[in-house]
């Protein structure tokens, strides 16, 4: 059973950077990945992925604010949080469909 955990949430002002890790327990260089988030009263929407050849693809809100990425480690996938806005706040979930395995989440509040 693949195991995904999110890290790197928290509080930040309109306008910060956030950070977000995914680790997973095996091996991802060669599998697509991809960051949701879930706003309170919303459903879960995708935010980036990135596919076995490294093309991305951004939710549009996000474009041009978040960067999404593989770690040198080959276990790690990034979600660098630039510009944000109150309305990024919500949970944050890593993601793969290969393995259709979920992380337990990391909080993302964005102040205004």
């Known amino acids: 059973q693949v195991q995904l955990v999110e890290s790197g949430g928290g509080l930040v002002q309109a306008g910060g950077s956030l950070r977000l890790s995914c680790r997973a327990s095996i091996t991802i260089f060669s599998i697509t990945m991809g960051w949701y988030r879930q706003a309170p009263g919303k459903q879960r929407e995708l935010v980036a992925e990135i596919f076995t050849a490294g093309s991305t693809n951004y939710a549009d809100s996000v474009k041009g604010r978040f960067t999404i990425s593989r770690g040198n480690a080959k276990n790690t996938v990034y979600l660098q949080m630039n510009s944000l806005k109150p309305e990024d706040t919500g949970v944050y979930y890593c993601?793969?469909?290969?393995?259709?395995?979920w992380g337990q989440g990391t909080q993302v509040t964005v102040s205004s």
């Open positions: 993601y793969t469909s290969t393995y259709s395995a």
